[in-house]
DNA sequence: GGCCAGGGGATTA
DNA sequence: TAATCCCATGGC
């Protein structure tokens, strides 16, 4: 159990829930389980005793409190496992106030988008996982991407110990995969993107994962070349996989999502993923991810509010 | 450069 | 029961 004090602009349901990772869940406590790097743990943020919360908050609907600052406290994790693997993974060193507020001040937009995501950081994830995990979410919606990478992993995955009396699996090596042939994979019902996993996994183990895991120290240009370089990685899961696990900040994932809120909130055609991107990078630059992922969440949180109104509407009409 | 099939499953019509 | 949609890409 480690107990992280005064942790700020940090809200685990932003960060899990933005679609930046697959593997964690909510428990009925608000908490969150989940496993990265073979480890299983539960986090949970607890409010400071002086009920201490980030300014401006209440752009949730409903005005519920949600806090963004508090003590972190990780259970099944070594002091060692904090240092090695979960500092690092939360990204809890970068100081998302001053991102936030250099974002806000550049366009209105954001600054709005912001205010229902507060607590977003960006984590740092492991390559090799975050690689196969975007291909899988290709054309398809988050139930059933977790659903592929859990079996994905019951499967193929090292066996860890039980945690909250669930078996636990750690995500597949590269190695593994690399030895399965698109009808081993034909129980997890990934659909033609069976194909484009194992032939990417022979790839990236044709070097032993070397390329791979070097491309966090090279430019993300060379890095999105040999990404979009393998079978299944177009420029939308390349800039997801730049982003979610080799800090490469500026990258902008554009999915129907994005194009969605860019088209309503700034009115460039819905097809033009061209200009969208030019636009990402003249206003938002080295910070384009970070903006990325705050309208997101600001526009799947919209469109949960719209299909609430909706239903709520044909309530009263019955 | 534009179009369409690829799988599967949930949701909507 | 039939369309439509979903954090796109490959191949033509």
Not at 133 to 151: A, D, G, L, V, W
Request: glycine content about 8%.
């Amino acid at each position: 159990m480690q107990l992280i004090k005064e942790v700020k602009d940090f809200n685990l349901k932003h960060i899990f829930d933005c679609g930046q990772c697959f593997r964690w869940e909510e428990e009925a406590d608000g908490s969150y389980t989940g496993t990265a790097f073979g480890k299983t743990v539960n986090m949970r943020l607890e409010r400071e005793a002086d009920g201490a919360c980030c300014a401006g908050s209440g752009g949730n609907h409903g005005g519920g409190f949600e806090s963004c600052s508090g003590f972190l406290i990780i259970d099944g994790a070594s002091e060692e496992d904090f240092e090695n693997i979960w500092r690092a993974y939360l990204d809890l060193d970068r100081d998302y106030g001053e991102i936030k507020k250099t974002l806000a001040a550049g366009d209105l937009v954001v600054a709005n988008a912001i205010k229902s995501g507060e607590g977003i950081r960006l984590l740092n994830q492991d390559n090799w996982e975050t690689l196969i995990s975007f291909i899988i979410s290709q054309n398809n919606n988050i139930p059933r991407i977790k659903r592929c990478i859990e079996n994905l992993s019951a499967a193929f995955g090292e066996p860890l110990p039980e945690y909250r009396g669930r078996k636990r699996y750690a995500f597949p090596t590269f190695e593994r995969l690399s030895e399965l042939e698109p009808e081993d994979l034909s129980e997890i019902r990934l659909g033609y993107r069976a194909r484009y996993i194992t032939e990417t996994a022979k790839a990236v183990a044709s070097d032993g994962g070397e390329m791979l895991y070097s491309l966090s120290k090279v430019p993300t240009k060379e890095a999105y070349e040999y990404l979009t370089s393998l079978c299944g990685v177009g420029p939308k899961v390349a800039n997801c996989i730049l982003l979610f696990s080799m800090e490469k900040y500026e990258s902008f994932p554009i999915d129907v999502w994005v194009r969605r809120v860019m088209n309503r909130l700034y009115n460039i055609d819905e097809n033009d993923v061209k200009s969208m991107s030019a636009f990402a990078g003249e206003k938002f630059g080295a910070y384009g991810g970070f903006a990325q992922q705050y309208l997101f969440y600001y526009m799947r949180e919209f469109k949960e509010e719209a299909a609430a109104a909706e239903k709520a509407t044909v309530n009263e009409k019955k």
